[in-house]
């Protein structure tokens, strides 16, 4: 069955440092793989996207992530986090049954920064 | 400007209830879905409509019905509130049923 996993539930970083947030999928053809932020109280932004291509994918807010096929994995980085990346981040995969966008989710991450 | 917009933000209501969630999209999309986050932040669709056509129910209760008047609405309405259904209700569209989803700002339903 399809399934996400984002092994981390909650991590905390200093402002200015590096970050890296892991994705790890199960999904039986080439994916589409979707990184997702949620900050308090408000929907869900779309962080980046990958669909074909290049597997280092650029997205907003200095975000990117590489697909690597190998291990399965989808890891979302920032070289430097700001005190606004604070919020929680979803890893998701589509589309599936006959090319239905249906996303699966991962449980999600819960970014803290500390000034 | 509101790309997906979703009323009401907030809903409170007793058990036994029959309430609606209004959604709406202004971004000329095919296709609209229904995602429910529950209390763990975990989040799983509900339903899926694709030209006004149902085209995902995920196995979710009878009491939870879809509606979609036009391509620019998908409504939710929801019979005989269980405490159960107290989430977080995500409207989403895509352009089309391969594309990217952009999501709504999500209305909280409190049932009592």
């Known amino acids: 069955a399809q399934s996400v996993t984002q092994p981390d539930i909650h991590i905390t970083v200093s402002e200015g440092a590096s970050l890296e947030l892991r994705c790890n999928y199960s999904?039986?053809?080439?994916?589409?793989l979707f990184w997702y932020v949620q900050s308090p109280g408000q929907g869900l932004q779309l962080l980046l996207k990958?669909?074909?291509?290049?597997?280092l994918v650029q997205g907003i807010k200095g975000f990117e992530a590489e697909f690597k096929r190998s291990q399965s994995s989808f890891n979302l980085r920032k070289p430097s986090v700001h005190w606004s990346d604070a919020a929680e981040y979803f890893c998701?995969?589509?589309?599936?049954?006959?090319?239905?966008?249906?996303?699966?989710f991962g449980a999600g991450t819960r970014l803290a920064v500390h000034p | 400007d509101t790309a997906v917009s979703q009323t009401p933000k907030y809903l409170v209501t007793q058990m036994g209830n029959d309430k609606s969630i209004k959604c709406e999209q202004n971004?000329?999309?095919?296709?609209m879905y229904w995602y429910k986050q529950d209390s763990k932040k975990f989040l799983k669709i509900m339903f899926s409509?694709?030209?006004?056509?149902?085209?995902i129910n995920e196995t979710v209760p009878n009491r939870f019905s879809p509606k979609s008047p036009d391509k620019a609405h998908l409504n939710l309405h929801i019979n005989s509130l269980e405490l159960g259904d107290s989430a977080v209700y995500f409207c989403?569209?895509?352009?089309?049923?391969?594309?990217?989803?952009?999501f709504g700002p999500g209305t909280r339903l409190t049932v009592l």
């Open positions: 989403a569209s895509s352009q089309r049923l391969d594309n990217e989803q952009f």
């Open positions: 999904y039986g053809a080439t994916p589409y």
């Open positions: 990958y669909f074909s291509g290049d597997t």
């Open positions: 998701a995969v589509g589309p599936f049954s006959g090319g239905y966008n249906k996303l699966i």
């Open positions: 971004l000329g999309h095919d296709t």
């Open positions: 409509y694709n030209n006004k056509e149902l085209i």
